[in-house]
Each structure stands twice: as structure tokens, then as C-alpha cells.
């Protein structure tokens, strides 16, 4: 009789915390019950309720609860100025855009603390364009986050990637490593507590040139996922890009978008845009300088460009060159050369996985990514990229949920 109270209790607050997911638009397998249940407990010991019943009857009654457990199970994992290619390519496109049109709409979502957004804001200013040229408008659904960003201040986590320079410009030191933005930086974003799934009016009545939405879809259900993406195709400008993460990229075949830019940026255009649209960018995911002539739009699977660079460097990096590039015919042709010479080379395995995957070969891509796992058992981009080919099989697939687990166990380990 306690036994099955108590059992029916915790299937009440399990229901109540699964239809938070869902409303967040959550994909079960990634976001378990496990999940849920260690977010519950957190809850439970956080707000002092001694019983599972008193804090039933807690999230029951009260909405500001019920908010508290989402957090929970929000994943607000960011830092500034993730990944480099993306960042070097905004420049290159503002620089482009400046010149046409002394307006640029930039929307970050999901922003998580204000890591992204501001570090959009310091790419641009960095680039000379003035505040008064740049809306920014930054989305998230957590609370937490952008109450951080309000405080904009951060751990030295957080800032790890900052170039020293824009670090002394853009922040200033507190005690334990800790730093605090500029406050003229605040300025520049404007915050707004929304659900991706259903983005408020004051966002959609225009479109926006950039949209950065990183590393959310690999949380969400392919229903959620497909209602996020509509949006944004609605939101993006006819010669907007698109900037996904890095094991999101593959999640945009099949729809009306051709990547755009190198293969380490994530970056897409709707597929019908000309390269007249954008003046196609010379910079490579490294940052370097890339060819001289100008890398043709490419769509997925369409590989394009010839290298025009061959300066000795190592295999590895020329390879990435060229896939950036969109010579992924080439690229893959250097990395398998390089593959039998060094059979232990993770990241080889890993972007050969990549290129493999821009070809539509998606089974030989799977392949490349199980070889990099093999070698190095914690890559967590090869973790991501391996659970998104298996659920794009079988959607319920639990070894996807535990690829993903395992991603996100290496992903939160500094
Ligand atoms: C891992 S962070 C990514 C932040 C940033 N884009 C980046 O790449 O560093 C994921 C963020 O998505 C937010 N999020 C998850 N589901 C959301 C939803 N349905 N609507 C709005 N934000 C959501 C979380 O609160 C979290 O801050």
C-alpha cells in the first residue's frame, strides 16, 4: 500500500517533469527518464521538502517550481567564442554586407548564458562596424542563462578561447579567475526569454541576415527539430546564412539549405541562393588565409571547388583545406592516403567521416566515425556525429541515446 503511494508518486512527478521536456521539445532518448529522475532529486534536496509527496504537492500547486525543475534540465553548456570557423566566417560576411547595406540582423538562438551572442557583438565591433549598424537579438528558454548574461560574468572556462587581445579590450578581471564583460557590450544584445519551438512576435516580423542556432537540435525530437528548422528557413533573408554545431550539420539534409563557407564553420544558405548572394568567403576553418579565387557556394554532396594551394604542409591540414573548400573528392583522397600510413589517427578517421558524410556517403562516413571512437574512445565530435547517423535509422535507437550520453559526459568534463 506506501509502496505503491509512493510508486505512484513518482510516476506523477516523472509525468509532470516529462511534459516540461516536451513543451522544451526534448527527444526522449536523449533527455531520459534517468534524466528526469536526477533532476527531480535535485529539486527535492534544493527546495528542503523532506518527503517525495510534500515536493509532489510543491510542483503540483506552483509554476515558479515547475520552472526551477526545467532548468534543470537545460544543458547551458557554452563558452566564447566556440569553434573558430564560424566566427572568422561572420567576419568575412560582414565585411561583405557592410559594404552592400550598413544593416545587419544577427540572431542567436539558443544563447545560453551570452557567450554567443556576445561574442558576435565583439567579432563585429572588432570589424569596425558600430553598434548603432547590428541588432542582435539573443534567445533562450533558460531563465538561469540569462540572468547570467544580464551579470555578464563569467568563470575563466567560459573565456578560454578569447583571443588575448579582444580579452583585454572586451573584459575585465574579478578575483579566482573570473571576468566581467565591458558594460557598453551588454548594450549590444538584446535578451529575450522564448521557446525555439514557438519564437515570439517581436522576432518574427522581419528576417534576420545571420542566425546562429548551436548546438540545441542535438537535444530536440525530429518533430521539435523540423518545427525549429521551418521557422528559421521563414526567419533566414534570402541570402541569410545559417550557422549550426557541429554535429548538427548533417541534420539539414534534405532540406532547403546548401553549406555554404568551410566545412568547419557549419554554415548553410537556402540551396536556391546564387553565389551572387554572398561573396563566397576565403577564409579557411583554421583562420589562414584560403585560395585566391573565390570557393563556389557548395551544396551537400556536391563537391566543387579545385584547390589552388599546395604549399608543403602536413597531410592532415591540407586535407582540412580542402574540404573547407568543398573539394571533398580530393580531401578524401589525402586523408585515406594518410589513414594508411597512420592507421591511429583519430582526427583523420574523424574528418574523413566528415567528408564522407558531405557526399552522401553515409554508411562509409558511419564507418570512419566507429574507427575514431575506436581509437579514441572518448571524441566526442565522433560521438555525435555516429549517434545522429544511427537515429537518423531508427529515431528510438537506444545505442544513438547512449552515443549521445557519452558525448555529453565528455563534452562537461573541463
Ligand atoms: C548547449 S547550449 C548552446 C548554447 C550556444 N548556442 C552554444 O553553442 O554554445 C543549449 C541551450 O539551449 C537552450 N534550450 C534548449 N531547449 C530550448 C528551447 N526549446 N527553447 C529555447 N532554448 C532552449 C538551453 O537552455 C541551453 O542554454
Request: charged fraction near 25%; glycine fraction near 6%.
Amino acid at each position: 500500500m506506501f509502496v505503491s503511494r509512493i510508486l505512484r508518486l513518482m510516476k506523477l512527478l516523472l509525468d509532470i517533469a516529462r511534459e516540461l521536456a516536451d513543451e522544451a521539445g526534448f527527444d526522449p532518448n536523449i533527455i531520459s527518464d534517468r534524466h528526469l529522475e536526477t533532476a527531480l532529486h535535485r529539486r527535492r534536496h534544493q527546495t528542503r521538502e523532506p518527503t517525495e509527496h510534500t515536493y509532489a504537492l510543491r510542483v503540483q500547486r506552483d509554476a515558479e517550481e515547475r520552472t526551477e525543475l526545467l532548468e534543470e534540465l537545460l544543458v547551458r553548456e557554452s563558452w566564447f567564442f566556440r569553434d573558430t570557423a564560424p566566427f572568422t566566417l561572420l567576419t568575412e560576411i560582414a565585411k561583405t554586407r557592410w559594404q552592400r547595406n550598413p544593416s545587419l540582423r544577427v540572431l542567436s538562438a539558443p544563447c545560453a548564458g551570452g557567450e554567443e551572442p556576445y561574442s558576435i557583438a565583439i567579432t563585429l565591433a572588432a570589424r569596425g562596424i558600430p553598434p548603432t549598424a547590428v541588432q542582435i537579438d539573443a534567445v533562450d528558454l533558460s531563465r538561469r542563462g540569462l540572468a547570467q548574461a544580464a551579470r555578464g560574468e563569467y568563470g575563466a572556462r567560459a573565456v578560454h578561447a578569447v583571443p588575448p587581445a579582444l580579452r583585454d579590450a572586451w573584459f575585465h578581471a574579478r578575483e579566482g579567475g573570473h571576468v566581467a564583460i565591458v558594460p557598453s557590450l551588454r548594450d549590444r544584445v538584446s535578451f529575450h526569454r522564448a521557446n525555439l519551438l514557438c519564437l515570439p512576435a517581436i522576432l518574427t516580423t522581419r528576417t534576420y541576415d545571420v542566425i546562429f542556432s548551436r548546438n540545441a537540435f542535438i537535444y530536440l525530437s525530429v518533430a521539435a527539430r523540423d518545427q525549429v528548422i521551418d521557422q528559421f528557413e521563414q526567419l533566414l533573408a534570402a541570402d541569410g546564412v545559417l550557422f549550426v554545431g557541429h554535429a548538427e550539420a548533417a541534420l539539414l539534409r534534405g532540406r532547403a539549405f546548401a553549406a555554404y563557407g568551410p566545412l568547419g564553420a557549419f554554415a548553410f544558405t537556402r540551396s536556391q541562393t546564387t553565389a551572387r548572394a554572398l561573396t563566397p568567403s576565403s577564409v579557411s576553418a583554421t583562420g589562414t588565409a584560403a585560395p585566391t579565387q573565390a570557393a563556389p557556394l557548395r551544396t551537400v554532396g556536391s563537391p566543387s571547388a579545385t584547390p589552388a594551394r599546395r604549399k608543403p604542409m602536413p597531410l592532415l591540414a591540407r586535407a582540412r583545406d580542402l574540404a573547407d573548400i568543398g573539394a571533398y573528392a580530393e580531401a578524401g583522397v589525402l586523408l585515406v592516403e594518410l589513414i594508411t600510413h597512420q592507421p591511429f589517427l583519430t582526427e583523420a578517421q574523424y574528418l574523413l567521416g566528415l567528408v564522407r558524410a558531405a557526399e552522401g556517403h553515409l554508411t562509409e562516413a558511419r564507418r570512419c566515425f566507429e574507427r575514431a571512437i575506436y581509437l579514441d574512445p572518448e571524441h566526442a565530435p565522433s560521438l555525435r556525429h555516429l549517434a545522429l547517423l544511427v537515429a537518423a535509422g531508427d529515431n528510438d535507437s537506444p545505442m544513438a541515446h547512449r552515443l549521445h550520453a557519452r558525448a555529453s559526459r565528455r563534452e562537461s568534463t573541463p
